[in-house]
């Protein structure tokens, strides 16, 4: 048949092609051992990346916020400085709770096979650290939607993190315009946060420019994070009833909404059965003792050396809404344990006997998305990146031409 034709769409995709190649030569090759390098490539790309940093917010932030936004404002202002005085003052957090209690391991003699803490101080318990009060409730966010809400995702934020929120909302956290789906940030109490009033300030212009922030009466820290989760799945199950899963996801993390849902509609049957917990499934896991760790356990709070029961990496993890309360429930009588993803999906939810599914595309941190392929990146529902918004602009790039190259092109 002589020469074949040309059509049209070839041509597209030799463009679309010539297109990655370049853009993959500029940013890729460059890859080992050049991450400063690429990063300024990136962010020249992202140029209003920058136009999003704390201090140029203000200049673009108008200061004539609607009726029903100056309400939601001026309460939240109202709350801290009404209670500005019965408030503790902001200091450096002086915390003896998980301080590692060298030797206190001969104290406690009672070990139980089937029961972790056993000998643990009833004073640890979760009921005498978590106060349920949310400083801004944003009862709202989900209020708006239809009625049949699958997704509720909520993510824990440390207040500086303006970046990283903004990385979030411009990229897969732009799906929150979707009717079934609902997308926060769970924040701690400023008045307790290491923030000067400027930085305040931005942060109250935020809450009022995005109403996507939810504000718990707890101090933000790393040793905190089990105390945000439990506010996270009593705000889910409170204030977003019909929701049918709830996701937690870090504000570093990549998450694929789309195969979210489709994972759901997957399961949902199934799941209204039995409910369950969804995520990367870790396995005889021990306690970590060498107080330079990050996920170091005290002794006071686990003293036997057992291994944790089985639970979904924190990164990111789906929940049947069902089982939002009971974890609650169980969650305020256990003692308070620092690893939120081992509390809540290991030990809260053994004791109710919810299975936790080992879902392989939940990479979560066996895999940086920054290092996958468009075609991988499509079906991936979670993973977490090295904290950088600039990765997070990438794999989102990447994960969006993925759709196109991998249907289309079908590379190898
Ligand atoms: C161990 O058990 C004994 C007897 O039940 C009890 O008297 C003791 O207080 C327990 N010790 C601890 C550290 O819980
Ligand atoms: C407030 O804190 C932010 C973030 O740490 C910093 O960039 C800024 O310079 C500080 N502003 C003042 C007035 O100290
Ligand atoms: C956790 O939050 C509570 C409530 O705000 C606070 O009293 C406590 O000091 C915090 N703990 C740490 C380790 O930050
Ligand atoms: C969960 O799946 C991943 C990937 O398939 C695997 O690496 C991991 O070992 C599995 N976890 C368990 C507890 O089986
Ligand atoms: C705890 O138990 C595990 C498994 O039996 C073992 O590998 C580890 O060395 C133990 N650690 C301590 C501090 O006893
Ligand atoms: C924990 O996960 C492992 C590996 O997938 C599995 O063999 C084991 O049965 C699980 N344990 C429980 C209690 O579900
Ligand atoms: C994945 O990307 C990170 C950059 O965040 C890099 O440090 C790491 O070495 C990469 N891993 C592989 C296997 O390429
Ligand atoms: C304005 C405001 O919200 N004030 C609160 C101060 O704290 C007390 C006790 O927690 C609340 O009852 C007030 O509503």
Not at 141 to 160: D, F, R, S
Not at 185 to 208: C, R, V, W, Y
Not at 295 to 310: C, T
Request: aromatic residues 12%.
């Amino acid at each position: 048949m002589g020469y074949p034709s040309v059509s049209f769409f070839g041509l597209v995709a030799s463009v679309v092609l010539l297109l990655q190649l370049a853009l993959h030569t500029q940013l890729l090759q460059r890859k080992p051992g050049s991450n400063a390098e690429l990063s300024t490539d990136i962010v020249n790309q992202y140029s209003d990346l920058e136009d999003t940093s704390p201090s140029s917010l203000t200049d673009t932030l108008s200061p004539a916020p609607s009726i029903a936004s100056i309400d939601l404002f001026t309460r939240f202002k109202r709350f801290v400085n009404e209670n500005e005085s019965t408030l503790p003052k902001t200091s450096t957090p002086q915390s003896t709770f998980y301080n590692n209690e060298i030797g206190l391991e001969n104290e406690i003699t009672n070990a139980s096979n089937n029961n972790p803490f056993s000998g643990v101080s009833s004073k640890y318990l979760v009921k005498n650290f978590y106060s349920g009060n949310f400083l801004l409730p944003n009862a709202q966010l989900c209020a708006g939607k239809h009625k049949n809400l699958k997704l509720v995702v909520l993510v824990p934020t440390a207040i500086g993190n303006f970046k990283q929120r903004d990385s979030v909302r411009k990229t897969w956290g732009s799906f929150s315009a979707r009717q079934d789906v609902v997308i926060g940030f769970m924040a701690g109490n400023p008045k307790l946060s290491h923030i000067n009033d400027s930085t305040l300030e931005l942060f109250h212009q935020e809450i009022d420019l995005f109403r996507d922030i939810i504000i718990a009466d707890l101090q933000d820290s790393y040793q905190n994070l089990t105390l945000k989760s439990l506010f996270m799945i009593e705000w889910a199950s409170t204030f977003c009833s019909s929701a049918r899963f709830f996701m937690k996801t870090d504000d570093d993390v990549f998450l694929n909404v789309p195969l979210v849902l489709k994972f759901i509609s997957e399961i949902e049957e199934d799941d209204s059965r039995q409910p369950k917990i969804y995520g990367n499934v870790f396995s005889g896991h021990y306690p970590q003792r060498d107080a330079w760790f990050k996920h170091k356990v005290s002794y006071k709070i686990y003293p036997h050396n057992m291994s944790y029961p089985n639970f979904t990496s924190g990164p990111s993890y789906l929940v049947s809404a069902k089982v939002l309360r009971p974890l609650l429930k169980n969650a305020v009588n256990l003692p308070l344990f620092n690893l939120e993803d081992v509390f809540l999906t290991g030990f809260v939810a053994s004791s109710l006997d919810i299975p936790r599914i080992n879902v392989t595309q939940f990479r979560n941190e066996r895999e940086n998305p920054f290092n996958m392929s468009a075609c991988k990146l499509i079906k991936t529902i979670a993973g977490m990146t090295d904290g950088s918004p600039t990765q997070i602009y990438y794999v989102w790039y990447n994960y969006l031409m993925g759709g196109f190259i991998c249907k289309y092109l079908k590379p190898r």
